[in-house]
């Protein structure tokens, strides 16, 4: 049995704002990011989420929780899955 | 609400795929915002749109970029991976010459096809259904 592997990484955010503001930062920190929106499955809401690789995922959340970007979750998207996992 | 060339047929069954448009879909991106209120929510907006056209069905035939909307077609715009992936799926994407030239964009349009106002309206007027942003 092989271990999951994953792609990226969504951090859902509470508001626009919070992922525009994100988004600022984390390419400030040299982070590569997408403001997409949040997967139907992770959000009853017309919500929008970052994406980062999945390699860049602790230091993305470190930033993020820096700049006071409000994280509501966090959703893996594994290798094989389709570009957001929708 | 459908316009005046709009011509549609009907399938059997309820809900959103009840009706078949029985002409191209072309969707005019006239601004870099959608909506009007805020500036900085309306790109995010538009950004999100666009990259939900690249996962849902049916695929628009063509895209109509004119005015500030030819800006998420230049090489900086945070758009242009999902407008890349979209015209790798089919979709047509055309761009407002007169526009890009407004802007000092003409050397930056890093997708699609620049062009005219003759092939945007003959575009426009051949569709089966027309979504302006």
Redesign the interface.
Known sequence: MSATTYRHRLYLVLS??H??KGESALLRAGIPC????APRAASSQCG?CLQVGFETREEAGDVLQKAGVQVAGTVDIPADS???G? | MLGQNAAVGTQEGPGPDSTVVAGPIVIGVSADTMGRGDDDLGQVLLRNYLHTLTEVVPKPDTLVFFNSGVKLAAWESPALDDIQTLAGQGVQILLCGTCLSHFDLKEQAAVGEISNMYAISETLLRAGKVINL
């Open positions: 626009a704002s992922a525009i997408a403001l997409i929106p929008v389709g570009r957001a929708i």
